[in-house]
């Protein structure tokens, strides 16, 4: 939920969220195997601002900090009701809440790549604001000089990812940058 969203998506019964964050860690100091949530278990989201500029490294937020009614006055109460600063601090509604998971590679596969964008935030154009062309820099890590590597495209979600590192030379159905790697990538 975020601060000054009506907290009813779609009108649909129980429904209490406003918007979709990206969450991309997880941190426990008990096992991850373990279905339990414990209050000092730490997860990292995004949001349409960066707490540190332009390198973003998301927002690292306990458990026992992310509970709240749909009133917000609890935890939530210093949240700001303003269109993409409200994303940096949301909450989880007490009594449902719903998260979903996108798959695609089930073996670690490749090397780490890192992107880096023009600007950090993209226009609201359902407010009228004009739409901006987005530019990236993309940086893979621990690349071999001289050695060739491909870095694939996919698009629909991930229909069509491959498995494994294996599987990557039956993709031909997305597009794919071939580069020749060197000390500095």
């Known amino acids: 939920m975020c601060a000054g969203d009506s907290h009813a998506c779609y009108g649909l019964p ?21 279905p339990q949530v414990y209050p000092d278990d730490v997860l990292v989201h995004t949001s349409g ?6 390198k973003n490294l998301g927002y690292y937020r306990r458990f026992d900090s992310l509970v709240d009614t749909t009133a917000m006055n609890g935890n939530c109460s210093a949240a700001v009701p303003e269109w993409k600063k ?7 509604e007490l009594n449902y809440s719903y998260g979903y998971a996108l798959t695609g590679l089930t ?7 890192v992107l880096e964008m023009s600007a950090i935030e993209e226009p609201n154009i359902r407010a009228g604001e004009p739409a901006v062309y987005l530019y990236g820099k993309i940086t893979c890590l621990g690349t071999i000089s001289g050695q060739k590597y491909g870095i ?10 491959p498995e494994d590192v294996a599987s990557y030379e039956m993709v031909t159905e997305y ?4 580069f020749v790697g060197d000390s500095s990538s």
């Open 107 to 113: 073996k670690p596969a490749g090397l780490r790549v």
């Open 175 to 178: 597009p794919v940058f071939y």
């Open 152 to 161: 694939y495209r996919f698009r629909n979600g991930n229909v069509g990812v």
């Open 49 to 54: 601002y960066a707490p540190d500029g332009t």
């Open 14 to 34: 129980n429904a209490t969220y406003d918007h979709i964050e990206s969450v991309y860690g997880l941190w426990s100091n008990h096992s991850l195997t373990d």
């Open 86 to 92: 409200n994303e940096m601090y949301p909450c989880v």
